[in-house]
């Protein structure tokens, strides 16, 4: 079965970090672009981090530049999202999605989603 399950989750103070973890399972994500986004409360879903798995590029959104750091493990078949110095505007719901061709920072025909995992950054 092939699925994205996002992990890592969980609440922290502004300040503070924590590191998301995508597991592809049922596929390896070489070749795949991989995304991060994130959705806060009544708000749209947005692109925050990306990589193009087969050259390593990545992009981020401004809001996170210099304090999100996305990096696949090979060995794990995982991408990882580490946050630092965590903001309350960073508080919302994680979500990994991939897909070969897609490769936007807006939601769309990405081939797989995650379920999800909440983070929420209190002051």
């Known amino acids: 079965q092939v699925q994205l399950v996002e992990s890592g989750g969980g609440s922290v103070q502004a300040g503070g970090s924590l590191r998301l973890s995508c597991a592809a399972s049922?596929?390896?994500?070489?070749?795949?672009?991989m995304t991060w986004f994130r959705q806060a409360p009544g708000k749209e879903r947005e692109g925050v981090a990306k990589?193009?798995?087969?050259?390593?590029?990545?992009y981020y959104d401004d809001s996170v530049k210099g304090r999100f750091t996305i990096s696949p493990d090979n060995a794990k078949n995982t991408v990882d999202l580490q946050m630092n110095s965590l903001k309350p505007e960073d508080t919302g719901m994680y979500y990994c999605?991939?897909?070969?061709?897609?490769?936007?920072?807006?939601?769309?025909?990405?081939?797989?989603w995650g379920q999800g995992t909440q983070v929420t950054v209190s002051s």
């Open positions: 999605a991939a897909d070969r061709t897609y490769c936007d920072m807006r939601p769309g025909p990405y081939n797989y």
């Open positions: 049922g596929f390896t994500y070489g070749g795949y672009c």
């Open positions: 990589i193009y798995t087969d050259t390593g590029r990545t």
